[in-house]
């Protein structure tokens, strides 16, 4: 998929590990998700979006780049020097996942997240946290 210049370019969301993992599992419950690269120290997750997404990506904790093509790569390489694949395009229900559905499990996963935080600093059980 990523062997040379010819394929078009993606663009790449990079959000921090702990959210990007809720937000897989939230796209995975729902639309889908496509190809996902963690870096080597398993601190970020990039999403591959649609060329042109980083023109107009805004979210708060997140940051989206564009890949200008990768180069000469064996075949199933990850597009990026120094990462691996989560979920890898033979494994991805797309081919890169949307930036809307993308926007929001992010914006889920940072919810749930914050519930969870709220519950261990209060040191007692949540109940109907949402």
Request: hydrophobic letters at 35%.
């Amino acid at each position: 998929m990523y062997a040379d210049r010819s394929d078009p370019p993606c663009d790449l969301v990079t959000v921090p590990a702990r959210q990007g993992l809720e937000a897989v599992d939230i796209l995975r419950l729902r639309t889908g998700v496509g190809p996902v690269l963690h870096d080597g120290e398993c601190a970020t997750l990039g999403f591959l979006v649609p060329p042109g997404t980083a023109a107009s990506w805004d979210l708060p904790g997140s940051a989206c780049a564009e890949t200008y093509g990768v180069g000469a790569l064996p075949p199933g390489a990850p597009p990026v020097r120094g990462t691996g694949w989560l979920v890898p395009p033979d494994g991805a229900h797309t081919p890169a996942t949307g930036p809307a559905e993308l926007r929001a499990a992010l914006r889920e996963a940072a919810r749930t997240i914050e519930a969870v935080d709220r519950c261990v600093r209060s040191d007692r059980p949540c109940q109907g946290t949402t």
